[in-house]
């Protein structure tokens, strides 16, 4: 089991930054891939970023490309999500996710989810 906790949520007026972190515990965090998800209330889950452990290739959704970075420390098991320029539209339930297949974008690629932060983007 790995389990994941994310930390660094919270309110930030619009063009304002914020970054996400998340702790992984449990079973090893080698060879798991690593993400993030966001989910708004009516809305479906959806993609923002991943970053594989092979070589430590990234991914975004288009909505985020060019504002946020992810990034991992496997040395303590954390992944980063550094959110920039935030838009009224960034605010969302933000989840952490690990797994192993490289399907990035897919939700079912990752076995394991955090419990969420929730940014919130105020104009």
């Known amino acids: 089991q790995v389990q994941l906790v994310e930390s660094g949520g919270g309110l930030v007026q619009a063009g304002g930054s914020l970054r996400l972190s998340c702790a992984a515990s449990g079973r090893t965090f080698r060879g798991y891939h690593m993400g993030w998800f966001r989910q708004a209330p009516g809305k479906e889950r959806e993609f923002v970023a991943a970053i594989a452990w092979s070589d430590s290739s990234t991914y975004y959704a288009d909505s985020v490309k060019g504002r946020f970075t992810i990034s991992r420390d496997n040395a303590k098991s954390s992944v980063y999500l550094q959110m920039n320029s935030l838009k009224l539209d960034d605010t969302s339930v933000y989840y952490c996710?690990?797994?192993?297949?490289?399907?990035?974008?897919?939700?079912?690629?990752?076995?394991?989810w955090g419990q969420g932060t929730q940014v919130t983007v105020s104009a």
């Open positions: 996710v690990a797994g192993q297949r490289r399907l990035f974008r897919s939700p079912d690629s990752y076995n394991y």
